[in-house]
């Protein structure tokens, strides 16, 4: 059974930094590209960012590009989202996903499994 378990998030002021974590388990992990998808109360999901195989390729939304960056480590089936100088606009839930892919490309949609969700809250 796959799992994707988000955990960092909270309520920060803006200008703050977070770090949120996903573990993966009950998948070959190197297999699949990760992304970082949020949604906003009201608002439909947004993608934020993507991360190939290896780690070597990345994609970000231009709403968080140059503040947010991406990360994992394939020895501990986790990625990771360091989001830096966070603004109210960040507040949404934000998932972990994945999709299994046989090259190696960072990629923004047609995920194949979900986290539950992490809550991010930034007070301005």
């Known amino acids: 059974q796959v799992q994707l378990v988000e955990s960092g998030g909270g309520l920060v002021q803006a200008g703050d930094s977070l770090r949120l974590s996903c573990a993966a388990s009950?998948?070959?992990?190197?297999?699949?590209?990760m992304g970082w998808i949020r949604q906003a109360p009201g608002k439909e999901r947004e993608f934020v960012a993507g991360?190939?195989?290896?780690?070597?390729?990345?994609t970000y939304a231009d709403s968080v590009k140059d503040r947010f960056t991406m990360s994992r480590d394939n020895a501990r089936n986790t990625v990771y989202l360091q989001m830096n100088g966070l603004k109210a606009e960040d507040t949404a839930v934000y998932y972990c996903?994945?999709?299994?892919?046989?090259?190696?490309?960072?990629?923004?949609?047609?995920?194949?499994?979900w986290g539950q969700g992490t809550q991010v809250t930034v007070s301005s």
């Open positions: 991360i190939s195989r290896s780690g070597g390729r990345t």
């Open positions: 996903a994945a999709r299994r892919l046989t090259v190696d490309v960072a990629t923004t949609g047609n995920y194949d499994y």
């Open positions: 009950g998948l070959s992990f190197s297999a699949y590209a």
